[in-house]
């Protein structure tokens, strides 16, 4: 019994590199049980798009957006099925909005979606892109495309609002920020921007009402004071704007808002900063 | 190799800006323009990559963050 016992133990230590060497490899594949071509073929295929996802998730997580662009580019030329179909395209179009290339990305997000319609992700980037592209009238389609998907969506509501507010469509950007204050009370920035509607509208009071509400949720948020302090410039409190900006200028961490609040209290109060 | 501008340069461009700014809002004949001051928030940004296994499931971030109702899943800008 003994014997049999100490010759178990000396298989299992002969064994042991083995099994270490073998947890090496964690992404080896099995060895292929057919001999057809074509069977051969779909799953060198599979392989290959397996690999190159890896790798092209990899370059993103590391910021290298051109091999994770090549690497995604060679993915979606292997056709794979779905969901690996429109998930290659998704990542093929943040690669390339990274390098800039923003109607090529588009294009990608587009696919994704026409292959995969439910796809909310490729429509909040499609919105994304078309922004930093500076195409307003494509992002309001891809905005309006992306609150049809996910109608219950903040982010929607948000981007629809934002772009909304840019193409100057002032009753879209107040209902989409009124939703997202209604379904988010304690955003700031819901309020905030629905300020900035109206004041657009040339609703000033409704317009500092919605500051306060973004000033009570966070005193700090500087962007809302120094709005409201320009509400009390324009009724003439000068008393209380100069006060606000003197809270922008400490608060802020964008210099360009703290130069603004500077030279607006300047100009109020006559005085140096 | 082309020089960079001193930080005290770019902070004097900076208050020069800043200063114009507030001197076009006050040039308005007869209003003090706000409009032309307060600028709407920054755009939410791209959502992440999605692994090969696609969107499906709570486990997919960017997902998740599109669908969100939740401000804490949306990952939408802070207010700074």
Not at chain 1, 84 to 89: P, V
Not at chain 1, 176 to 203: K, N, Q
Not at chain 2, 62 to 71: D, F, G, S, V
């Amino acid at each position: 019994m003994l014997r049999i016992a100490s010759c178990a133990l000396l298989l299992a230590a002969a064994l042991a590199p083995t099994l270490v060497f073998a947890q090496a490899y964690p992404f080896a594949s099995p060895v292929a049980r057919t001999t057809a071509p074509a069977q051969l073929d779909a799953l060198a295929r599979d392989r290959e798009v397996t690999e190159r996802f890896r790798r092209g998730l990899d370059a993103a997580a590391h910021g290298d957006w051109r091999t994770s662009a090549d690497e995604f580019t060679r993915v979606v030329s292997l056709d794979p099925a779905e969901p690996r179909g429109s998930t290659a395209r998704y990542d093929l179009g943040i690669a390339q909005a990274h390098l800039a290339s923003y109607s090529a990305a588009e294009a990608s997000f587009d696919e994704a979606l026409r292959r995969d319609p439910g796809f909310a992700a490729a429509a909040a980037n499609l919105v994304e892109t078309a922004l930093q592209a500076g195409e307003i009238a494509r992002a309001r389609r891809a905005a309006d495309r992306f609150v049809a998907i996910a109608p219950s969506s903040l982010r929607a509501h948000y981007s629809r609002g934002l772009v909304a507010l840019q193409a100057n469509d002032l009753s879209t950007a107040r209902a989409d920020f009124a939703a997202l204050t209604v379904a988010a009370p304690s955003y700031a920035l819901a309020h905030y921007d629905l300020a900035v509607t109206e004041v657009r509208a040339g609703d000033y009071a409704a317009a500092q009402n919605e500051l306060e509400a973004a000033l009570a949720l966070s005193p700090g948020y500087a962007r809302a004071r120094f709005a409201l302090a320009t509400l009390m410039v324009r009724a003439n409190r000068s008393a209380d704007a100069s006060a606000n900006l003197a809270r922008v200028i400490q608060d802020a961490d964008d210099p360009s808002l703290r130069a603004l609040a500077a030279g607006l209290r300047e100009r109020l109060t006559g005085t140096q900063q | 190799m082309q020089r960079l501008p001193s930080p005290a340069v770019l902070l004097l461009a900076v208050l020069l800006t800043g200063g114009a700014a507030a001197g076009v809002a006050f040039a308005a004949v007869g209003a003090f323009d706000v409009a032309s001051l307060v600028e709407p928030s920054v755009p939410a940004g791209l959502l992440p990559p999605i692994t090969i296994e696609g969107r499906k499931g709570w486990a997919c971030t960017a997902e998740r963050n599109a669908m969100a109702t939740k401000l804490s899943d949306a990952a939408l800008p802070t207010d700074r």
